[in-house]
């Protein structure tokens, strides 16, 4: 049985503008920068806004402006703050001056791996990997390939969030009960600690790319 869902009448409001630039922006994304690192090393070492606002003389107004990006501190204040958490000062620019990586791969270039639990003639190819970084967010794009060979049934079963994005032939494609009719240009978002995988191989060779995304300590 094919069950094709419908997508949701109400569209849920994206949290992040995609098309938002920082260009031109620098003072305000080094504010919330700092504002990020001064949260986490209080609450690293569990002292609440209060406390922290008696052991600086800073007013908790202030320190909640700070921590929310909202305010430029001064060097005085940042070295207040550094004081009084036991932390260098440099220490608040740390995710301001970490490097943001790219990955380009060119056609054809990707590296062929063998995933767990992966089946006859499944080729996965990995289209980039960065590995650690500030958003705590680990992505693995792949593009699958599967051809008249290629075994059919479910077998993945991981932690994560999965996106499927159909681009070549047919697949019913079982998420848990459900079993959904992919074809070209057909996208399937889902949580992967769910059984998933083709279940019958319609039209071939089949192609999608399959991004997952996991957090870093996972």
């Given at each position: 049985m094919n069950i094709k869902e419908e997508l949701p009448t109400v569209v849920?409001?994206?949290?992040?503008?995609?098309?938002?630039?920082?260009?031109?922006?620098?003072?305000?994304?080094?504010?919330?920068?700092?504002?990020?690192?001064?949260?986490?090393?209080?609450?690293?070492?569990?002292?609440t806004v209060a406390e922290l606002a008696g052991l600086t003389g800073l007013s908790i107004g202030m320190l909640s402006k700070i921590e929310n990006g909202n305010t430029s501190p001064s060097l005085t204040t940042l070295q207040t703050l550094a004081n009084a958490l036991s932390v260098p000062l440099t220490?608040?620019?740390?995710?301001?001056?970490?490097?943001?990586?790219?990955?380009?791969?060119?056609?054809?270039?990707?590296?062929?791996?063998?995933?767990?639990?992966?089946?006859?003639?499944?080729?996965?190819?990995?289209?980039?990997h960065i590995g650690s970084n500030a958003s705590g967010v680990i992505v693995e794009p792949y593009l699958i390939t599967l051809d008249a060979e290629s075994d059919i049934f479910p077998?993945?079963?991981?932690?994560?969030?999965?996106?499927?994005?159909?681009?070549?032939?047919?697949?019913?494609?079982?998420?848990?009960?459900?079993?959904?009719?992919?074809?070209?240009?057909?996208t399937l978002f889902f949580d992967a600690d769910a059984p998933h995988g083709p279940e019958k191989l319609k039209t071939l060779p089949a192609k999608y790319i399959s991004i997952i995304s996991y957090p870093q300590n996972a």
């Open positions: 849920p409001k994206l949290t992040q503008d995609p098309h938002r630039t920082r260009e031109g922006d620098r003072e305000k994304v080094l504010e919330v920068a700092i504002g990020r690192e001064v949260r986490a090393f209080r609450r690293q070492q569990e002292i220490s608040f620019f740390r995710r301001f001056e970490e490097k943001r990586q790219a990955v380009h791969t060119k056609s054809g270039e990707g590296v062929e791996t063998a995933r767990e639990g992966t089946r006859a003639n499944h080729q996965y190819r990995l289209l980039g077998t993945f079963q991981h932690g994560g969030i999965e996106t499927i994005y159909m681009l070549e032939g047919e697949v019913d494609y079982r998420h848990g009960d459900h079993v959904h009719a992919l074809e070209p240009g057909d």
